[in-house]
């Protein structure tokens, strides 16, 4: 009868440096894959809270007459193109001032429905909660923005003529638009 050989097993023991890269990868490898978005739902449910309600595409379709639609991009966002009679308001330089400012100039009354989009709906959200700080009683954010009104077939204009370009913003944000030609410049 054989008898088995034992082996003897040697156990290296890593340094700090070696433990602190170990547990870097490890946690890098695990927020990529757990905790990336994969669905405009993931996003919104990630970075907004919810506290301007969420007006949808097929509503808006069906109240945009009604709307006071306004486009919180950038400037270079909103001259590939954006939503029919969408008013620019932008992102970085708004304030309060500003804010009532073009409202005025709008004829504006508090309780218009005033409907906010951008690229997919984050940006939009903090422009509609500075309009509601401001006494606006009627403020919606679209959900998705204009990547989820382009994916379910929503038309867009550049200078009044309808486009398939949308400013995707980035190669990150971009995969969530589904439709389109997406543009990054």
């Given at each position: 009868?054989a008898?088995p050989?034992?082996?003897?097993?040697?156990v290296?023991?890593?340094?700090?440096?070696?433990?602190?890269k170990?547990?870097?990868?490890?946690?890098?490898?695990?927020s990529?894959?757990?905790?990336?978005?994969?669905?405009?739902?993931?996003?919104?449910?990630?970075?907004?809270?919810?506290?301007?309600?969420?007006?949808?595409?097929?509503?808006?379709?069906?109240?945009?007459?009604q709307a006071?639609?306004?486009?919180?991009r950038?400037?270079?966002?909103?001259?590939?193109?954006?939503?029919?009679?969408?008013?620019?308001i932008?992102?970085?330089?708004?304030?309060?001032?500003?804010?009532?400012?073009?409202?005025s100039?709008?004829?504006?009354?508090?309780?218009?429905?005033?409907?906010?989009?951008?690229?997919i709906?984050?940006?939009?959200e903090?422009?509609?909660?500075?309009l509601?700080s401001?006494?606006?009683?009627?403020?919606?954010?679209?959900?998705?923005?204009i990547f989820?009104?382009?994916?379910?077939?929503?038309?867009i204009?550049?200078?009044?003529?309808p486009?398939?370009?949308?400013?995707?913003?980035?190669?990150?944000?971009?995969?969530?638009l589904?439709?389109?030609?997406k543009?990054?410049?």
């Amino acid at each position: 009868m054989a008898v088995p050989l034992a082996q003897e097993v040697v156990v290296k023991e890593r340094s700090p440096k070696q433990m602190k890269k170990l547990i870097i990868i490890w946690i890098s490898m695990l927020s990529t894959s757990t905790f990336s978005q994969t669905t405009i739902e993931g996003v919104l449910n990630k970075y907004n809270d919810k506290s301007v309600p969420y007006i949808h595409v097929e509503t808006l379709k069906k109240s945009a007459k009604q709307a006071l639609v306004l486009d919180a991009r950038e400037p270079e966002e909103f001259e590939v193109s954006h939503l029919k009679n969408a008013q620019y308001i932008g992102f970085k330089d708004v304030n309060s001032s500003r804010l009532v400012t073009l409202m005025s100039d709008s004829l504006v009354g508090r309780d218009q429905l005033i409907v906010v989009y951008c690229s997919i709906g984050v940006r939009s959200e903090i422009i509609g909660k500075k309009l509601m700080s401001n006494g606006f009683t009627n403020v919606y954010n679209l959900y998705g923005g204009i990547f989820e009104w382009v994916n379910k077939g929503g038309d867009i204009y550049k200078k009044g003529e309808p486009t398939q370009k949308v400013h995707a913003y980035s190669k990150k944000w971009g995969r969530y638009l589904t439709k389109g030609i997406k543009v990054y410049e």
